[in-house]
């Protein structure tokens, strides 16, 4: 059993930044892939990245590519999503996600490739 909280929501100008954080309960952090989704109102679940659980393979999806780092420690328990240079397209409830299986690939990008989820931060970009 994983249990997820993300903080660092929050309300942000165009073009800003803010560093969103996950940190999970349990002693076997390290032996899950993690992922990042968003979802907007009215829009599905959109998958945003994902991280292996040794931290060494990432993925993202093609819009947030050059601009948001996925990145973990898990010394720490903690996954963190870097965002930069944020547009108000990004405004939504951004998610975190664990699965049991290695993470960091495009075979990761569904949600149903995650078996536990955190309850999500609201992200917010002003123009």
């Known amino acids: 059993q994983v249990q997820l909280v993300e903080s660092g929501g929050g309300l942000v100008q165009a073009g800003g930044s803010l560093r969103l954080s996950c940190a999970a309960s349990?002693?076997?952090?390290?032996?899950?892939?993690m992922g990042w989704f968003r979802q907007a109102p009215g829009k599905e679940r959109e998958f945003v990245a994902t991280?292996?659980?040794?931290?060494?393979?990432?993925y993202y999806a093609d819009s947030v590519k050059g601009r948001f780092t996925i990145s973990r420690d898990n010394a720490k328990n903690t996954v963190y999503l870097q965002m930069n240079s944020l547009k108000p397209e990004d405004t939504a409830v951004y998610y975190c996600?664990?699965?049991?299986?290695?993470?960091?690939?495009?075979?990761?990008?569904?949600?149903?490739?995650?078996?536990?989820w955190g309850q999500g931060t609201q992200v917010t970009v002003s123009s």
């Open positions: 996600a664990a699965t049991p299986q290695y993470g960091g690939s495009s075979y990761y990008a569904g949600p149903s490739r995650y078996q536990y």
């Open positions: 349990g002693r076997t952090f390290s032996r899950y892939g």
């Open positions: 991280i292996s659980y040794s931290g060494d393979s990432t």
